[in-house]
């Protein structure tokens, strides 16, 4: 019923910027949170960043904060992640996760759909 693409990753040097996005398709959500995860090799994978699909509320990891912006488009339909000032340690495949029901996921166990993934490098 749910799919979630992700895009717009690849290889950015130190300091640059990338915007990934992620597109969602089929049924609409009554009520949701959209989210970001990356994975690092020999890493777990950790939250990056939320936003609630009526509110627009939204939360960061202290990591990113101030360089990562999650936002959604007016159909609500995508759902980007623009990263700026890159560094090398932001290097990961970056998830988008879907979250539908009430309340706010705080643990990536929480939330139903998952993207496929898609690698972000960040080169020195």
């Known amino acids: 019923q749910v799919q979630l693409v992700e895009s717009g990753g690849g290889l950015v040097q130190a300091g640059g910027s990338l915007r990934l996005s992620c597109a969602a398709s089929?049924?609409?959500?009554?009520?949701?949170?959209m989210g970001w995860f990356r994975q690092a090799p020999g890493k777990e994978r950790e939250f990056v960043a939320r936003?609630?699909?009526?509110?627009?509320?939204?939360y960061y990891a202290d990591s990113v904060k101030g360089r990562f912006t999650i936002s959604r488009d007016n159909a609500e339909s995508t759902v980007y992640l623009q990263m700026n000032s890159l560094k090398p340690e932001d290097t990961a495949v970056y998830y988008c996760?879907?979250?539908?029901?009430?309340?706010?996921?705080?643990?990536?166990?929480?939330?139903?759909?998952w993207g496929q993934g898609t690698q972000v490098t960040v080169s020195s």
């Open positions: 996760a879907a979250f539908e029901g009430w309340g706010t996921p705080t643990t990536e166990y929480e939330y139903n759909y």
């Open positions: 089929g049924r609409t959500f009554s009520r949701c949170v």
């Open positions: 936003i609630k699909c009526s509110s627009g509320t939204t």
